[in-house]
């Protein structure tokens, strides 16, 4: 998730467009920069981090120019380096583009211009696209922008502008957002509406497919295939901050509802029917046969993330798996036996205790692998391969949509190991494909259907605010999700809860549940269906409350519960990226009845630097 900016009219780009990007920061803040048509010539100004330092840089000597775009970065491919950042450029530079979103087919088409001869300065999937529109440009930019794009498939949102048409910008959305703000005598693109809002509240939402060519004295719509398409813009009422959250109150419950889009872009380019490409990856199918141990390490949201993990790795892979807390592994003695692969998963990639924890399995011989969310954060520096999780900037300090994105990156991982090893045959690689790539719609629908998971959340979490101490349980997988679904709620509720799992109740925990006690249930694993069952009717014989996540077909839960929260049904391997939903809106709602300061919750920091 990255932001843009383009500006076309009278006044200086250079600080129109850099005001948009201080706007846009909440979508990503690793590096920056601005292209201005100048004099001919298209001037850039580029740096990694923050955005001050682009600011400086700008300081020091802006462009002049009349038009330009910008870009403020939130890594997918390439380290955020002053090379890796937007805009990007053609040789010569005479083209120069932004660029949102992923390039699936980034990797055959650099090979295929590599073969033509064509350098590239940078490690990003977007330099390939501006190579393209070059190679494509015979004297209309709005024409090759069409033609580059049609041989890209992928996710994006693009600006291009080139030395040859000084007063032309042309974008392109597919997916990524787009908006065009219309002023007085000038025109504005950005990727939200927070941007536009120093300078207009009238704007267009570009749709899936359009492209817009912008001169000084018209703005020119059409779909890909060259149909004029005419929309009515609208005025916006929002302040920034409204904007920023995208209407929603919170950045928490904003990423929740991000979360379908996630699942698809973590997906995006790396599934091909049952075959699995990971970008990063770097081992080879002897590695993934002669595999004897998956070692798990992380804190928190993430480490819960792994306990579902380490079910579904020895479930399909039957591969011995131990996730073990990261602070908690630097100061054991692990033994570690040839063979073994450590997944060290972080959402910053910066939390001191996993970075020592997996330095420890590395340093004894383990494959250090780095799940992560941030392209050149400390962990992926030692790590022998990454995974990045593309959830985009999170924002919150109660990791929502991160955690789903591990999730994903672990089932790809599942699915490409599984049949390297020849436990998955073709039908359940399939099976596990077909369920991978359902879930953006079926999270989706979740979050959309009529009856309203969100309402039914709000309305629960009305009745649970009142409450002390709330419990979660499941078995296997199910009581991973619990452990998350606990996590959320204490963190931003401040209520006492904790998770166990289904069968360890009667030894202890059940002599606190009394007339009135929340337990909250985690019912999709098939298996154990039953048996969580049986630990319901003990928990319901002492007066419990219980509210229970299940499967929507699922007929028999109602019977033993007081209400129900239910999700789609899918493979029950996968229904942690389902089940964990309503679970994150459940703590939300809670928090949010309590009035208390969601986002960022007290004593909490976003990543835990220090030990
Ligand atoms: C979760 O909501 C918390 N923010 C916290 O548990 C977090 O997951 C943990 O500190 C690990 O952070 P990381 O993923 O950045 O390593």
């Not at 480490?303 to 591969?319: I, P, S, T, Y």
């Not at 073990?324 to 972080?346: C, F, K, Q, W």
Request: aromatic share 6%; hydrophobic share 40%; glycine share 8%.
């Amino acid at each position: 998730m990255c932001g843009i900016m383009g500006y076309v009219g009278p006044r200086p780009a250079s600080p129109i467009i850099l005001q948009g990007l201080k706007r846009l920061e909440y979508r990503g803040y690793d590096s920056a920069g601005v292209a201005v048509a100048d004099d001919g010539v298209i001037e850039m100004r580029k740096a990694a981090g923050k955005l001050e330092r682009l600011a400086d840089l700008l300081d020091e000597s802006a462009p002049s120019g009349r038009l330009g775009i910008g870009h403020t970065r939130w890594a997918t491919h390439g380290a955020p380096t002053d090379e890796n950042a937007h805009p990007h450029a053609d040789p010569e530079q005479a083209f120069a583009i932004v660029h949102n979103g992923i390039i699936e087919n980034f990797f055959e088409l650099k090979a295929e211009l590599t073969a033509a001869g064509r350098t590239f300065a940078s490690e990003t999937d977007t330099e390939v696209l501006v190579h393209l529109i070059a190679d494509e440009y015979d004297g209309d930019l709005a024409e090759a922008v069409r033609r580059a794009v049609g041989r890209a498939t992928g996710a994006y949102a693009l600006v291009a502008m080139t030395v040859h048409e000084p007063d032309t910008l042309v974008a392109v959305r597919m997916i990524s957002p787009l908006v065009i703000g219309f002023g007085d005598g000038e025109t504005f693109l950005a990727s939200g509406i927070p941007a536009l809002l120093d300078h207009t509240r009238e704007v267009l939402v570009m749709e899936d497919g359009e492209m817009v060519t912008i001169t000084p004295g018209e703005v020119r719509m059409e779909k890909l295939d060259g149909t004029p398409v005419e929309r009515e813009s609208f005025e916006v009422d929002w302040d920034v901050e409204q904007a920023e959250k995208g209407g929603y109150p919170h950045f928490m419950l904003k990423e929740i509802f991000e979360q379908p889009r996630v699942i698809a872009d973590s997906l995006l380019g790396r599934l091909d029917g049952t075959d699995v490409t990971l970008e990063d990856v770097t081992w080879d199918e002897e590695f993934e046969r002669s595999l004897e141990k998956i070692w798990i390490t992380a804190c928190g949201t993430a480490f819960h993330a792994g306990l579902a993990g380490k079910e579904m790795f020895e479930g399909l892979l039957r591969v011995p798996t131990e996730a073990v807390y990261a602070h908690e592994l630097r100061y054991r003695d692990p033994i570690v036996g040839p063979n073994s692969m450590t997944l060290a998963i972080s959402q910053s990639g910066e939390t001191a205790d996993t970075l020592a924890g997996a330095r420890l399995l590395h340093e004894r011989g383990s494959r250090l692998v780095a799940i992560t969310n941030v392209v050149g954060s400390a962990l992926t520096h030692y790590s022998d391969d990454v995974v990045y999780t593309r959830a985009g900037l999170e924002i919150s300090v109660a990791s929502t949509k991160a955690y789903t994105a591990m999730l994903i990156a672990q089932y790809l991982l599942a699915l490409r190991i599984g049949q390297s090893r020849g436990v998955l045959d073709t039908a359940m690689a399939m099976d596990v494909a077909r369920a991978l790539e359902a879930l953006p719609g079926q999270v989706e629908s979740l979050l959309k259907r009529e009856e309203g998971i969100d309402e039914m959340a709000r309305y629960l979490g009305a009745q649970l605010a009142e409450k002390d101490d709330i419990y979660f349980i499941g078995r296997g997988l199910d009581y991973a999700v619990a452990t998350e679904g606990s996590l959320k709620l204490k963190e931003i509720s401040y209520l006492h809860s904790e998770a166990m799992p289904a069968g360890e109740l009667k030894h202890g925990t059940l002599a606190l549940i009394t007339e009135g006690t929340p337990v909250i249930v985690v019912n999709t694993q098939q298996h154990v269906y039953d048996k969580t069952v049986s630990a319901l009717q003990e928990v319901k014989a002492r007066g419990a409350s219980v509210i229970a996540v299940a499967y929507d077909d699922d007929t028999e839960i109602e019977h033993y519960t007081d209400h129900v929260l239910r999700i789609p049904r899918t493979m029950d391997l996968l229904s942690p990226a389902l089940s964990i939903v309503p679970l994150q809106l459940l703590a939300y709602h809670v928090a949010d009845t309590r009035g208390l300061e969601i986002d960022q919750p007290r004593n909490l920091a976003k990543s835990v630097t220090v030990e």
